[in-house]
C-alpha cells in the first residue's frame, strides 16, 4: 500500500508559479502510474496531469503548455510544476497513486492552491 504525501501549495500572484510535490512511500515507486486532480469549490474534481510508470505524460487543455509532470525515483516523487498561473487555476490539488497490478488507486491528502488575479 503506498502513501502520498503532498506539499508545496500555496497562494501566488497571477502570472506567478508554484511546483507541487507528491512523495511517495510503502510502495515500489517506480511501477506506479501517477497524477494530480484538483477540485475547485463547487465543481467537479479533473485531472490536471499525469505520467505512467513509463514517464508517458498526459495534460488537461487548461493546463497544457503551463505545466509539467515529472517524477525523481531516487526521491520517489512527482512533481507538478505549474507556471503562468491564472486565478482559475485556484483548487485543492490531489495527488493519486494506481497500484501496478491491482489498478487500486490512493489519494493523497491534497494541497490548496490559490492564484490572485
Known amino acids: 500500500q503506498v502513501q502520498l504525501v503532498e506539499s508545496g501549495g500555496g497562494l501566488v500572484q497571477a502570472g506567478g508559479s508554484l511546483r507541487l510535490s507528491c512523495a511517495a512511500s510503502?510502495?515500489?515507486?517506480?511501477?506506479?502510474?501517477m497524477g494530480w486532480y484538483r477540485q475547485a469549490p463547487g465543481k467537479q474534481r479533473e485531472l490536471v496531469a499525469a505520467?505512467?510508470?513509463?514517464?508517458?505524460?498526459n495534460y488537461a487543455d487548461s493546463v497544457k503548455g503551463r505545466s509539467t509532470i515529472f517524477r525523481d525515483s531516487a526521491k520517489s516523487t512527482v512533481y507538478l510544476q505549474m507556471n503562468s498561473l491564472k486565478a482559475e487555476d485556484t483548487a485543492a490539488y490531489y495527488c493519486?497513486?494506481?497500484?501496478?497490478?491491482?489498478?487500486?488507486?490512493?489519494w493523497g491528502q491534497g494541497t490548496q492552491v490559490t492564484v490572485s488575479s
Open positions: 493519486y497513486a494506481d497500484h501496478p497490478s491491482s489498478g487500486w488507486r490512493t
Open positions: 510503502g510502495s515500489t515507486f517506480s511501477n506506479n502510474a
Open positions: 505520467i505512467s510508470s513509463g514517464g508517458r505524460t
